[in-house]
C-alpha cells in the first residue's frame, strides 16, 4: 500500500499510510481505517518543523494528496447515495435491489448504510484539506511579511476559494437527499393508509347495500 511521505532536511521522515482505495467498488462498503486518519495525520505532520520555508514545502506537496483523498471519498460517497436513491425508486412488494449486481445484490438499507458510513469520512477529509490550505497560506503570508520569500498568495487564496465552493455544494446535496428521503417516507405512509380508506369506504358502501 502507497503512503504519503515527506523528507524534511533535518533528517526525519514524515509517512503516512494511504488507503488501497482508490475509488468505488462493491466491497467498498466502508472506509478502512487508513482512508480514516490519513487526513488528520497529514495535517498533524504540518507541525513536524519550525522552519518556514520547510512548512510551506511540506503544504505544497500535501495539498494535491489531500485533494486526492477528498476526489475519492466524494466518489464513493456519491455513488453510495446514487444507488441508494435508484434503489428506492425501484424497489417495491415484488422486486428487490438484492437480486440485482447493479446494486451490488445489496438492499435499500445496506446502500444507505454505506453511504452513511463514507459520509463522515468525506466531510473530515474536505476539512482536512482545508486546514492544509490555511496553514500553507499563514505559513506563506508570515514569510511574505519577513521578507523572506514571495509566494503567490492569489493561488492559494482560489485554492481555498474552490474548496469552500465544494464543500458547500456537497453540504446543499446532503440537505437536498435528506429532504428526498423524508419526503419519500412520508408518500410510502400516506399511500397505504389511502388505500384502507378506500376498500374501509367500499366495505360499509357494500354492506349498506
Known sequence: MANFTYNWQDGTVTSVPLSSVTGWSCDATAPDQRMSNAGSAIVAHAGD?????E?????????PVLMGLVTTCQQITHKWDILEIECAKWDNWTRSCKCCMKWCRMKESALADAYYKWLPVRNAMQQSL???????????????LDN????????????IAETNDMMAITTYNTQQRELDLSSKKTKELFVPVLIGLILLGLGFYLIKK
Request: aromatic residues 4%; glycine residues 0%.
Open 148 to 159: 523572506i520569500q514571495n509566494t503567490d498568495l492569489m493561488l492559494l487564496n482560489q485554492l
Open 130 to 144: 482545508k486546514d492544509i490550505q490555511a496553514i500553507w497560506k499563514n505559513t506563506s503570508e508570515q514569510l511574505a
Open 49 to 53: 518543523s519550525q522552519d518556514l520555508n
Open 55 to 63: 512548512i510551506e514545502n511540506y503544504c505544497a506537496t500535501a495539498e
